[in-house]
């Protein structure tokens, strides 16, 4: 077994020529002497998962939720104070 080092730019490279120049993981993995097993892990770690996408997305929704409902109380709570102030200022005489 082999337990040789790779820099992150020759890792980066790698995966690169996978994902973005279209070549097979066997071709690459031949061409760079690289075991398809290493090449796949390293796709696998540069492409985030479905899911992980998902979590990130939901979690953005989540505080865009939050936020929105403290702007939303927030503005009702203005409101209420103009409407008191409306109903105090047309019960004064003139």
């Known amino acids: 077994m082999n337990n040789q080092?790779?820099?992150?730019?020759f890792k980066d490279e790698?995966?690169?020529?996978?994902?973005?120049?279209?070549?097979?993981v066997a071709e690459v993995s031949a061409n760079l002497g690289v075991s398809q097993h290493?090449?796949?892990k390293w796709v696998?770690?540069?492409?985030p998962t479905?899911?992980?996408q998902k979590?990130?997305?939901?979690?953005e929704a989540?505080?865009?939720?939050?936020?929105?409902?403290?702007?939303?109380?927030?503005?009702?709570?203005e409101r209420d104070i103009l409407k008191k102030a409306?109903?105090?200022?047309a019960s004064q005489p003139e």
């Open 5 to 9: 080092r790779y820099s992150p730019e």
């Open 14 to 24: 790698a995966v690169r020529q996978v994902i973005e120049r279209g070549y097979t």
């Open 38 to 40: 290493s090449l796949y």
């Open 44 to 47: 696998k770690a540069a492409n």
């Open 50 to 52: 479905p899911s992980k």
């Open 55 to 59: 979590d990130d997305e939901l979690i």
């Open 62 to 77: 989540k505080k865009e939720i939050l936020k929105l409902r403290s702007d939303l109380k927030r503005t009702e709570e």
């Open 86 to 89: 409306a109903r105090y200022f």
